[in-house]
């Protein structure tokens, strides 16, 4: 999920009070989020500042990881998307993906939700799923565009990874390098909040069924625009 570009310096206080403006730049960004191309533009802002930051904190901390294009061993983790960037996603699909492969990757979104509810949440903890939006040669299909949580994803310990995806068990030692851990999560907190103070739901949902609504059913773009809960009946 984190094939990162190549880092550029920051020094600590810089990073510190760019994490901080982050927050005030989220609340503009996100103010006009229920016009459609306003709400693009706002994820692709959130998305670049999330990225820089991940770039800062591996070149401050002098991290090496071990993502590489292609490697897509998290890519069968559950990912979870929040209700902006599943919106923004739908749009990117639609805009740059051909019908046919949008019709395929619609039929995977499907199976998988069909899987996730027939194995409960505890089962599916323990069971690797391939994204719907991974392709056959190990990237993904809207890099893009692809949500925080697969841009905050990086590995220090491939071994770790993959003896997850040969056998999920919470009790591996997590592959991710703590301050890059908090130093993201910050900047995506902070989405969250800006998209909460604009009057929108911001919840945490499965990225199969948030992008398949998002898709598919238009009920759940005008929920959202009046504040409520966008994604229901997971
Ligand atoms: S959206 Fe892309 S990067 Fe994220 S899990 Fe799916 S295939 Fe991997």
Request: aromatic residues 6%; contains cysteine; proline residues 5%.
């Amino acid at each position: 999920m984190a094939e990162l570009s190549p880092p550029r310096a920051a020094p600590a206080d810089e990073r510190r009070a760019s994490l901080s403006a982050w927050g005030d730049d989220a609340r503009g960004a996100f103010s006009g989020a229920r016009d459609p191309a306003r709400l693009e533009a706002a994820v692709v802002r959130f998305h670049r500042t999330l990225d820089a930051t991940i770039a800062a904190t591996v070149e401050g901390h002098g991290l090496a990881l071990d993502c590489k294009r292609g490697c897509s061993h998290c890519c069968h983790l559950r990912v979870h998307v929040q209700p902006h960037e599943a919106f923004a996603l739908a749009a990117w699909l639609r805009r740059h993906v051909e019908p046919e492969r949008l019709a395929e990757i619609v039929r995977r979104l499907k199976e998988n939700v069909a899987r996730t509810r027939e194995l409960g949440e505890e089962a599916r903890k323990r069971t690797n799923i391939a994204c719907a939006l991974l392709a056959s040669d190990g990237t993904c299909s809207a890099y893009e565009a692809r949500p925080a949580q697969c841009r905050r994803y990086h590995s220090l310990r491939l071994a770790a990874c993959e003896a997850f995806r040969t056998q999920p068990d919470e009790s591996i030692e997590s592959p991710l390098h703590p301050a890059l851990a908090h130093n993201a999560a910050v900047i995506i907190t902070q989405a969250q909040h800006a998209v909460r103070a604009a009057g929108l739901e911001a919840e945490n949902a499965d990225l199969n069924f948030a992008l398949l609504e998002a898709l598919e059913n238009p009920k759940a773009w005008r929920r959202w625009k009046d504040g409520k809960k966008p994604f229901v009946g997971a």
